[in-house]
């Protein structure tokens, strides 16, 4: 994904919102961690979508996340969020956020969200309203919802993962930010170092009929793939039927 830049001009919608780095949100370093930057793009889109009067007529699932890091928050730093919608295709919206220490821009991210029809749960195409509130941001921008992550190879290390009650959302599903939880497991079994650029790709849901009868219990596979001596790491969350439901791609930094 194309990181834009944030628009301006009439018309054009840009969310703010403030958060502290609390404990929860932390490694033992003090670094925010990858899985609270995922919690803090999602609440911030939620709040967007309520405060502009479209919290009923959609439901939105991601499909995609990039983020490109140039510093790290850290344990008890106020952090700001602005964020937009910066493309459109036709059942699917990208939003973009970027992530400021003291006004000056530490990550930026984009997302694509597919819309749900509340009354099927299917994808179902962008209303009427929500291109008027949120297209002039998008400067007619059209963007897409492919997937482009291969699947993990033979070779790749597999080892069961377990999930938790605590893992599934609202939906019934692993929510998205578990597996930036994945990832920063193994950048800290691997010794590697701080993520700078990270994309991960979610092709299926995880639901908790799939794990157990109630969602309290249960593992996936988790597959492991390492190349250029940790200079890119993947991540595979393997769903029941053996197909890979989420993954992410990192390019880890200096420790």
Not at 12 to 21: C, E, S
Not at 78 to 96: P, Q, S
Not at 204 to 220: T, W
């Amino acid at each position: 994904m194309t990181l834009v830049p944030r628009p301006t001009g009439p018309g054009v919608r840009v969310h703010t919102a403030r958060r502290r780095v609390r404990l929860g949100d932390s490694r033992p370093s003090g670094r925010l961690r990858l899985d609270a930057i995922a919690r803090y793009l999602q609440d911030i889109a939620a709040d967007d979508v309520t405060e502009s009067g479209l919290e009923h007529e959609s439901r939105w699932v991601v499909r995609a996340t990039r983020l490109e890091v140039d510093a790290w928050p850290a344990y008890g730093e106020d952090v700001e969020l602005a964020t937009w919608c910066a493309g459109t295709g036709a059942a699917w919206a990208e939003r973009r956020t970027s992530i400021l220490v003291a006004g000056a821009p530490v990550i930026e991210a984009a997302t694509v969200w597919v819309r749900l029809d509340p009354a099927t749960m299917r994808p179902g195409p962008l209303t009427e309203e929500f291109l008027a509130i949120y297209g002039p941001s998008t400067g007619g921008r059209k963007v897409r919802s492919r997937l482009t992550h291969p699947a993990p190879t033979p070779d790749a290390d597999r080892r069961r993962w377990p999930l938790r009650a605590a893992d599934f959302d609202v939906l019934g599903h692993v929510n998205n930010a578990v597996a930036w939880v994945a990832l920063e497991d193994e950048l800290a079994r691997l010794g590697l170092g701080r993520v700078v650029v990270a994309d991960a790709e979610y092709a299926s849901p995880i639901s908790a009929a799939e794990i157990s009868c109630d969602g309290a219990a249960g593992a996936v596979d988790l597959a492991v793939a390492v190349e250029g001596d940790g200079a890119l790491v993947r991540v595979w969350l393997i769903a029941a039927d053996g197909q890979p439901a989420v993954s992410v791609a990192a390019s880890p930094g200096p420790t």
